[in-house]
């Protein structure tokens, strides 16, 4: 199976909420791959079972694949993840850098108003 296919029967997985069959899906996945899409959804994946610290490796190998890709959102993702293990300073500096940036798709301003409202709620 090319990723292409494994990544569409991770996604099958994970909306049928078997996320810990998706992560075996993902992990071949990004063992296979350099799209940052393969790794951002294996984050958000990872954060569905609660493992924060695994989430913040691949979000971060993701960003750094192709840094524009779904930016913001990726963002995001890593913030929550961060929060999540302790790592409130850091989860800050990446709310704050999402809530600079310039609207973009698919999520346009959305991702930037997130990110204000997790700073409200946590600086």
């Given at each position: 199976?090319?990723?292409?296919?494994?990544?569409?029967?991770a996604?099958?997985?994970?909306?049928?909420?078997?996320?810990?069959?998706?992560?075996?899906?993902?992990?071949?996945?990004?063992?296979k791959?350099?799209?940052?899409r393969?790794?951002?959804?294996?984050?958000?994946?990872?954060?569905?079972?609660?493992?924060?610290?695994q989430?913040?490796?691949v979000?971060?190998?993701?960003?750094?694949?192709?840094?524009?890709?779904?930016?913001?959102?990726a963002?995001?993702?890593?913030?929550?993840?961060?929060?999540?293990?302790?790592?409130?300073?850091?989860?800050?500096?990446?709310?704050?850098?999402?809530s600079?940036?310039?609207?973009?798709?698919?999520?346009?301003?959305?991702?930037?108003?997130?990110?204000?409202?997790?700073?409200?709620?946590?600086?």
């Open positions: 199976m090319n990723s292409e296919e494994l990544y569409k029967k996604m099958e997985l994970e909306s049928k909420g078997e996320h810990k069959s998706a992560i075996s899906a993902h992990k071949e996945i990004v063992n791959s350099n799209d940052p393969h790794f951002i959804a294996f984050g958000v994946c990872l954060q569905k079972c609660g493992h924060w610290q989430s913040i490796e979000l971060e190998k993701g960003i750094a694949l192709k840094p524009h890709y779904c930016e913001g959102d963002r995001l993702f890593l913030a929550k993840a961060l929060f999540k293990s302790g790592k409130k300073g850091l989860a800050i500096k990446q709310w704050q850098h999402v600079k940036m310039q609207p973009e798709y698919p999520s346009y301003e959305s991702v930037q108003n997130e990110a204000k409202k997790m700073l409200a709620q946590n600086a």
